[in-house]
């Protein structure tokens, strides 16, 4: 007997990276909105009335093809999720897609358009046109062109969303999973990019619909960088140089030094904070609700401690850390923040660095995402993500032990010249705010310690070390 195309979908679904509900079984998946999306055959223009045929033939393979938008809710036991699907048919599928088919259905085989490159045009044109297809509305920046020629590519290293990479022009990320509101990354970098900061992506477009009554951000569109380089890449360089080269050289001798580039991040880092602070509302942490602060984090180490008993030996530092950030009895000023900053969060062209990916911790709320916090959450962040690089190698190479030195000096130098950097920014960090940044690690460190215990359990040292690391 057939499944059901719900049933094709619930089995396909809980094998895509970028579903959250991995480990829970399904208990009911429903097609919540199918909106049809109208395709163009080959000899349109790409001008055309956006509302023509919702067929087309594939010049490869003269094949019909439908596409339809898809809203699925996932539900898992009390738990419910949203998702979006650019979802198509074909009567078969050529070799290309075949790795993304989802199964045969009446309509046909039914696969992950998003890998279609004769489908994925439509979101281009349609947000160069200001388009609205049903309940879909494509926009675009004020005063931008558009090159709506580009064949789509999708990018294959994302866990959470897919990104489509069209030409060298332009990068659209759809945000998979769906939570009702504008998404952090398309408010953030709209705002900063009326400013003219220089260390965002252009921003073109966005593709947004409603859900639970709230206007809900389906897609973004930016500058894709096609001659940058990511920064966890270029600090894995240096990483491996300083490993390669003779006993006794020191990472700022090593040919592959990276301090001047942790510099200039950091110099970059406080500049960001300063446009975020212009465009958005700042305020304060009173006293108590800093009290409250550090109860969270108690709470967090708790859990982790619960969780990965080896944490237990370190929990007296992560405490003394947190008694010093509740006897502060000033205010701490908070704003806009990055919320997930890390390495393999900016990218280094040949003229700046360039921050990506605002939208925050994809697997918290989205009020918490857009909530104000201290700025220097991104810088911990940044730091754990210096231990990282430093480190993570060591756990492949034959000789360990005659190493891990060499990566305590590397991280040790780069934290610093970040923070050199920050301060020359702008954003330094005196007195409490050291206190501060120290407690912002570890509890950073903690939720560390518990997903390294679940994914990469030999990777766990390194969360661990924070605890007697730079700050102890």
Same mark, same amino acid.
């Given at each position: 007997?057939?499944?059901?195309?719900?049933?094709?979908?619930?089995?396909?679904?809980?094998?895509?990276?970028?579903?959250?509900?991995?480990?829970?079984a399904?208990?009911?998946?429903a097609?919540?909105?199918?909106?049809?999306?109208?395709?163009r055959?080959?000899?349109?223009?790409?001008?055309s009335?956006?509302?023509?045929?919702?067929?087309?033939?594939?010049?490869?393979?003269?094949?019909?093809?439908?596409?339809?938008?898809?809203?699925?809710?996932?539900?898992?036991?009390?738990?419910?999720?949203?998702?979006?699907?650019?979802?198509?048919?074909?009567?078969?599928?050529?070799?290309?897609?075949?790795?993304?088919?989802?199964?045969?259905?009446?309509?046909?085989?039914?696969?992950?358009?998003?890998?279609?490159?004769?489908?994925?045009?439509?979101?281009?044109?349609s947000?160069?046109?200001?388009?609205?297809?049903?309940p879909?509305?494509f926009?675009?920046?004020?005063?931008?062109?558009?090159?709506?020629?580009?064949?789509s590519?999708?990018?294959g290293?994302?866990?959470?969303?897919?990104?489509?990479?069209?030409?060298?022009?332009?990068?659209?990320?759809?945000?998979?999973?769906?939570?009702?509101?504008v998404?952090?990354?398309?408010?953030?970098?709209?705002?900063?990019?009326?400013?003219?900061?220089?260390?965002?992506?252009?921003?073109?477009?966005?593709?947004?619909?409603?859900?639970?009554?709230?206007?809900?951000?389906?897609?973004?569109?930016?500058?894709?960088?096609?001659?940058?380089?990511?920064?966890?890449?270029?600090a894995?360089?240096?990483?491996?140089?300083?490993?390669?080269?003779?006993?006794?050289?020191?990472?700022? %001798?090593?040919?592959?030094?990276?301090?001047?580039?942790?510099?200039?991040?950091?110099?970059?880092?406080?500049?960001?904070?300063?446009?975020?602070?212009?465009?958005?509302?700042?305020?304060?942490?009173?006293?108590?609700?800093?009290?409250?602060?550090?109860?969270?984090f108690?709470?967090?180490?708790?859990?982790?401690?619960?969780?990965?008993?080896?944490?237990?030996?370190?929990?007296?530092?992560?405490?003394?850390?947190?008694?010093?950030?509740?006897?502060?009895?000033?205010?701490?000023?908070?704003?806009?923040?990055?919320?997930?900053?890390?390495?393999?969060?900016?990218?280094?062209?040949?003229?700046?660095?360039?921050?990506?990916?605002?939208?925050?911790?994809?697997?918290?709320?989205?009020?918490?995402?857009?909530?104000?916090?201290?700025?220097?959450? %991104?810088?911990?962040?940044?730091?754990?993500?210096?231990?990282?690089?430093?480190?993570?190698?060591?756990? %492949?190479?034959?000789?360990?032990?005659?190493?891990?030195?060499?990566?305590?000096?590397?991280?040790?130098?780069?934290?610093?010249?970040?923070?050199?950097?920050?301060?020359?920014?702008?954003?330094?960090?005196?007195?409490?705010?050291a206190?501060?940044?120290?407690?912002?690690?570890?509890?950073?460190?903690?939720?560390?310690?518990?997903?390294?215990?679940?994914?990469?359990?030999?990777?766990?040292?390194?969360?661990?070390?924070?605890?007697?690391?730079?700050?102890?």
């Amino acid at each position: 007997m057939r499944p059901t195309f719900e049933e094709l979908l619930a089995g396909w679904i809980t094998r895509q990276r970028w579903f959250a509900g991995k480990g829970r079984a399904i208990t009911d998946l429903a097609v919540e909105a199918a909106t049809p999306l109208p395709l163009r055959g080959p000899a349109e223009s790409r001008h055309s009335d956006v509302a023509a045929s919702s067929r087309t033939t594939d010049a490869a393979n003269t094949l019909p093809v439908t596409v339809r938008h898809l809203v699925i809710t996932v539900r898992q036991g009390a738990h419910t999720d949203r998702y979006q699907l650019l979802l198509g048919f074909r009567p078969e599928l050529p070799q290309r897609l075949r790795h993304v088919s989802i199964g045969a259905t009446a309509e046909g085989v039914a696969y992950d358009a998003v890998h279609d490159a004769e489908v994925t045009g439509l979101l281009l044109s349609s947000i160069a046109e200001g388009a609205e297809i049903g309940p879909l509305r494509f926009r675009h920046m004020p005063g931008v062109e558009i090159d709506t020629s580009p064949r789509s590519l999708v990018l294959g290293a994302e866990q959470s969303n897919t990104s489509l990479v069209y030409g060298d022009a332009y990068i659209c990320k759809l945000f998979r999973k769906l939570v009702p509101g504008v998404n952090p990354e398309l408010e953030i970098v709209s705002a900063l990019a009326r400013r003219g900061s220089p260390h965002i992506a252009k921003p073109y477009g966005w593709i947004e619909t409603e859900v639970d009554g709230e206007n809900t951000t389906l897609a973004f569109t930016q500058e894709f960088l096609p001659t940058a380089c990511d920064g966890w890449a270029l600090a894995l360089t240096s990483v491996r140089d300083l490993y390669g080269s003779l006993a006794g050289t020191t990472a700022g %001798d090593a040919g592959g030094d990276f301090a001047a580039e942790s510099h200039r991040l950091g110099v970059a880092t406080a500049h960001l904070h300063k446009e975020m602070a212009s465009a958005f509302p700042t305020g304060s942490i009173e006293a108590p609700d800093v009290k409250r602060m550090v109860e969270g984090f108690r709470r967090r180490l708790d859990s982790a401690i619960a969780e990965v008993p080896d944490l237990a030996g370190h929990a007296r530092e992560a405490h003394e850390a947190f008694d010093r950030l509740a006897d502060i009895g000033h205010p701490i000023p908070v704003q806009r923040v990055h919320g997930d900053y890390h390495l393999g969060q900016v990218m280094r062209t040949p003229s700046e660095w360039v921050v990506l990916d605002f939208e925050g911790e994809p697997g918290q709320p989205l009020s918490e995402r857009r909530a104000l916090d201290s700025p220097l959450r %991104d810088v911990a962040g940044m730091l754990r993500s210096f231990e990282y690089a430093a480190r993570h190698l060591l756990f %492949d190479h034959p000789s360990p032990a005659e190493l891990a030195p060499r990566a305590a000096e590397w991280a040790e130098r780069n934290r610093a010249a970040f923070l050199a950097g920050y301060s020359a920014g702008g954003g330094g960090i005196r007195g409490d705010d050291a206190v501060l940044l120290r407690a912002l690690e570890l509890s950073k460190a903690a939720y560390e310690v518990v997903y390294e215990a679940r994914n990469r359990p030999t990777w766990l040292a390194i969360p661990l070390a924070a605890f007697s690391g730079p700050g102890a």
